[in-house]
């Protein structure tokens, strides 16, 4: 099996600090390979020991990249394709910039997670299998078998849970709950140096970035809480919260 | 809370920072919300020993760090061993579990170094799986510092050392009993003459493959800390120990243990400066929160300044600490001929005085800043006082034989006399 | 006048965008399951597969050619409007909270860096959005309601083995005027029984973070308030042993007042409440039902 396992670099969110006086986000914090494509190599990877293959991890972003990607190969892809000229591009840019990578090789399962934890945006398994006119299944909880052939899903969604199959070649997207990400080892990481990782830069593939918009703030939103603090002893407290609530409520 | 600052000296490599993430990952997941209950437990009874977590840690690879992958370690170095040791105190600053994994790093290193093949192949892959404890056996009820003086005794029979006296002051005596392969120690027993020339060095299994050995009498002992990790003793009548096992020469064992010792006692440091690491994070969210006479308790100086000074030893003692590891890497590791073994004495002693010492310091601070509070059970950080205070105590070399170390080896060994 | 082309798989999420849609000056199209507001409204049989949705959105596309084409941003809307929108070569903006126009370009928000901010974009028409409909307040308007039946082309990309509805527990905490909100503040699944204690004193709904409802399981998912649960707007919030993090706090926001308790002075929660407690919540919260 050829499994291609598209994954994104995300800034470190809990280090990302806020300028009081204007809402700015300071953004001087590293990077890291984001949990949900974790859990899409995880997936992957289990997939290759029961069925044999290899995993290949494939991103577009900043050169930070060349030092994020290592964490994908130390938790077992065989090898990566990365594109570093291409930080702050959009979910219709880096579909494009991917598919190009992925119509290079046939891929039996294209696996990635169900959104970013910094965007949310959840656009990049529809768009590439668009792209790439596969059949996509997206919201994968688990996946209930699969073979050479075809895979057998169950999809997490709003108000239902739903099992699907598809024949392969096909893409997945998967959730945060699918699984719990290995967490690599010594050994695999002293590997993850030695395997290969090809650089690209968006220029190569061909790939005009498009801006298909503009963004005109990204602020915090105003705190406009009080911010009160109550102090003094169970008691007091209580008592001062009694009366809050009986206001308020 | 407290991380480490922007350096151009203590540098680490792109690999070491990804292992140092992925160990403080494995802790956070299946040590830190642990490690109470862990030391609250075996204080109950020393015998319930944290099997599942040891297993665990195994699976991770976290134990026999620097041996080679041929025997079932992990092939890396030993500044990634004082890495993991940093991080697993810092998750659990009883040090327990981290002194199962660093005496499980050092000892199995050293029978590496100067053990068998043969016993290599049987005994180090038990203990990378975290299913076979190996640690030091050297101390004796009339003394552990002199180690030269020991009186343990080992008779050659045939193919057969067959080995008399008794052991006091052993960490793992429990864990033996209880992991599911067994495992033994580097031991230390005299063959020759008086004095450190007639000492050997044996891989001394109590208990193997599920099996105990015939004399073999242990007793357990009931420790004020550190209760995660047994101590004990053991008593040895006519124990046989196959001649596969003698680790390295005959009547050479004083100088392979000696070399066994400065390995393990850099990653003791390395574990107290991860428990220091967890008291200073403790002193500041008390600083923040704590009010008295109207304002943070930080707000005097005496507080403040305090803290300051133990902060530096902190920071001072990971220097000592990364400088022993970096050197031991160019010794054993990239076996560089410009580094010698005796090249290691000062850096280590430097390292084991300096670590424990200012991890006990700090936690005595601490806990007056709490107060009360700290007097009880309910707190935790009087478990990270009496735990690393083992180290102080003398665990793995006396600190005053830490200070005659340095001044022999500055002043001049006549000197001294 | 500009035309909009709407799909929503709920009806209520549809009249939310679509009564939007025609305040801003829209002529609204639209694909739905049932009777919806609309102007021009195509009625199928329900069907869930992104594969035929994308067909029909793609049918209906060329012949009412909108300006703007909006889906609800469910996990369906999200996925099918991504497709749709690469199909045409479109952009797609999803997880939009609020749109305006002006003049050929549309301006939305939607949350960025895992909800720390609120990233406001600009994109010029033809286009396509997914809305989060819950966060459109429904307006009357008016709409000519010719009604179409339709048939979604059957498309066999994926197929669907079975499908079962999530059993959901009736979980009142978009209608609460009171919630309590616990996080791991509580050390185990039983001291939740002190909590209940404190709603039925004060008639209030449960709700907790992520770690509670998804990790531990300790209440169910649907009680969960945060980025990708539940956004509330209760009068009054008490938040008992919730550190803040931001994917919480943005299921908060709107709430009138908030009270919260934890024994970090500063957890991130200080900044998204009114009134903060620095204590423990195992001493006050009986003394605060004594008190009540």
Redesign the interface.
């Known amino acids: 099996m050829k499994i291609a396992v598209c994954v994104k670099e995300v800034y470190n969110l809990e280090q990302v600090k806020i300028i009081k006086e204007t809402r700015e986000p300071i953004l001087d914090v590293p990077k890291k390979l984001d949990d949900l494509s974790r859990n899409a190599l995880e997936e992957a990877i289990k997939i290759r020991e029961k069925l044999g293959g290899e995993v290949v991890a494939i991103s577009a972003g900043s050169p930070d990249l060349k030092k994020t990607i290592k964490e994908a190969l130390a938790m077992g892809a065989d090898r990566a394709v990365i594109v570093t000229d291409c930080s702050n591009s959009t979910p219709e840019s880096t579909a494009l910039i991917l598919s190009k990578i992925l119509e290079k090789d046939s891929y039996d399962l294209i696996i990635m997670g169900d959104a970013s934890s910094d965007d949310y945006s959840g656009q990049m398994a529809s768009r590439i299998a668009e792209i790439l006119g596969l059949p996509q299944i997206t919201f994968v909880s688990e996946i209930k078998e699969v073979s050479e052939e075809k895979i057998t899903c169950v999809r997490d969604m709003d108000d239902y849970l739903e099992v699907v199959e598809a024949d392969l070649p096909c893409v997945l997207s998967v959730t945060n709950e699918i699984n719990e990400p290995r967490i690599p080892a010594l050994k695999d990481i002293l590997k993850a140096s030695k395997k290969p990782v090809e650089t690209l830069s968006a220029n190569d593939l061909g790939v005009e970035i498009p801006q298909p918009y503009e963004i005109i703030e990204n602020l915090a939103p105003e705190i406009d809480r009080r911010q009160e603090v109550i102090e003094g002893d169970a008691g007091d407290v209580a008592r001062k919260l009694a009366e809050i609530i009986r206001r308020e409520a | 809370m407290i991380d480490f600052p922007k350096n151009t000296v203590l540098t680490f490599s792109e690999e070491e920072e990804l292992f140092r993430e992925s160990v403080r990952e494995f802790c956070e997941r299946y040590i830190a919300p642990n490690w109470i209950e862990v030391d609250k437990r075996s204080e109950q009874n020393p015998m319930d020993i944290p099997v599942d977590i040891i297993k665990k840690m195994g699976e991770q690879g976290l134990f026999c760090i620097p041996c080679s992958e041929e025997y079932g370690g992990q092939g890396g170095t030993y500044t990634m061993a004082t890495i993991a040791m940093e991080e697993i105190a810092y998750a659990d600053p009883s040090v327990a579990l981290a002194v199962y994994a660093l005496l499980n790093t050092g000892w199995p290193f050293a029978l590496e170094l100067f053990g068998s093949e043969e016993a290599c192949q049987e005994i180090i892959p038990e203990v990378a799986k975290g299913r076979a404890f190996f640690g030091i056996a050297s101390t004796e009820p009339q003394g552990g510092s002199d180690v030269a003086g020991l009186k343990t005794r080992a008779e050659k029979k045939d193919d057969v050392y067959v080995i008399s006296g008794e052991k006091t002051f052993i960490s793992g005596v429990g864990e033996v009993q209880k992991l599911e392969w067994g495992g033994g120690w580097f031991t230390l027993a005299r063959t020759g003459g008086e004095g450190h020339k007639g000492i050997s060095a044996f891989a001394l299994l109590a208990r193997k493959n599920g099996e105990l050995a015939d004399g073999w009498e242990p007793t357990i002992y009931e420790d004020i800390g550190r209760h995660g990790l047994t101590t004990g003793g053991f008593k040895l009548t006519n124990f046989e120990v196959e001649s596969k096992y003698l680790i390295g020469e005959e009547n050479r064992g004083f100088y392979h243990v000696m070399e066994g010792f400065n390995l393990a006692r850099i990653v003791v440091a390395a574990a107290t400066i991860g428990a220091s690491r967890w008291l200073l994070e403790q002193a500041v969210e008390w600083f923040r929160t704590r009010k008295l006479f109207g304002r943070n308790i930080s707000a005097f100086q005496g507080v403040s300044f305090k803290f300051a000074d133990l902060y530096a030893r902190w920071e001072a003692s990971r220097y000592f600490v990364y400088r022993a590891s970096r050197l031991a890497d160019k010794i054993y590791i990239e076996k560089d001929p410009s580094y010698k073994p005796l090249d290691l004495n000062v850096p280590v002693a430097l390292a084991k005085n300096y670590g424990p010492e200012t991890c006990v310091d700090l936690a005595e601070e601490v806990m007056k800043w709490y107060g009360a509070y700290a007097y009880t059970k309910e707190a935790p950080i009087f478990r990270a006082w009496l735990g690393p205070f083992s180290y102080v105590i003398g665990a793995e070399g006396a600190q005053n034989i830490m200070r005659l170390i340095i001044a022999r080896d500055i002043i001049g060994r006549e000197y001294l006399k | 006048m500009m035309k909009a082309l709407v799909f929503a798989e709920k009806a209520d999420h549809f009249n939310r965008i679509s009564s939007k849609l025609k305040e801003m000056g829209f002529e609204v199209h639209g694909l739905s399951f049932a009777e919806a507001n609309a102007d021009h409204l195509y009625i199928s049989e329900p069907n869930?597969d992104?594969?035929s949705i994308t067909a029909a959105m793609e049918k209906i596309s060329d012949d009412v050619g909108p300006d703007l084409v909006v889906f609800s941003s469910?996990?369906?809307g999200?996925?099918?409007?991504?497709?749709f929108?690469?199909?045409k070569n479109l952009?797609?903006?999803?997880?939009c909270l609020n749109l305006e126009v002006e003049g050929s370009s549309i301006?939305v928000s939607r949350?960025?860096?895992?909800g720390?901010?609120?990233?406001?974009?600009?994109?010029s028409l033809p286009?396509v959005i997914a809305v989060v409909a819950d966060a459109i307040e429904p307006s009357e308007q008016s709409f000519q309601m010719n009604i179409q039946d339709f048939e979604i082309p059957v498309s066999n990309?994926?197929?669907?083995?079975?499908?079962?509805?999530?059993k959901?527990e009736a979980v009142g905490l978009r209608e609460a005027?009171?919630i309590i909100c616990i996080g791991r503040g509580l050390r185990k699944k039983e001291d939740i029984e002190l909590v209940k204690e404190l709603a039925e004193k004060?008639n209030a709904e449960i709700g907790c973070t992520r770690p509670l409802s998804?990790d531990y399981k300790w209440l169910p998912e649907e009680r969960m308030i945060g980025?990708?649960g539940e956004k509330v707007s209760p009068?009054?919030l008490?938040s008992i042993g919730v550190s803040g993090?931001?994917q919480h706090a943005v299921g908060i926001?709107n709430s009138?007042?908030?009270?919260a308790i934890n024994?970090?002075?500063?957890a991130p929660m200080?900044?998204?409440?009114?009134?903060?407690?620095?204590?423990?919540l195992y001493?006050?919260i009986p003394?605060?039902i004594?008190?009540?």
């Open positions: 869930y992104y594969a469910t996990k369906l999200k996925e099918v409007s991504a497709r929108a690469q199909r952009p797609c903006i999803t997880e301006t949350y960025s860096l895992g720390k901010t609120i990233a406001k974009l600009r994109t286009g990309q994926i197929r669907t083995v079975s499908r079962e509805e999530k959901r005027d009171v004060l998804h980025l990708s009068k009054l008490i993090q931001i926001m009138k007042t908030v009270i024994t970090d002075e500063n200080r900044e998204h409440s009114d009134y903060y407690v620095v204590g423990d001493e006050i003394e605060l004594r008190n009540l």
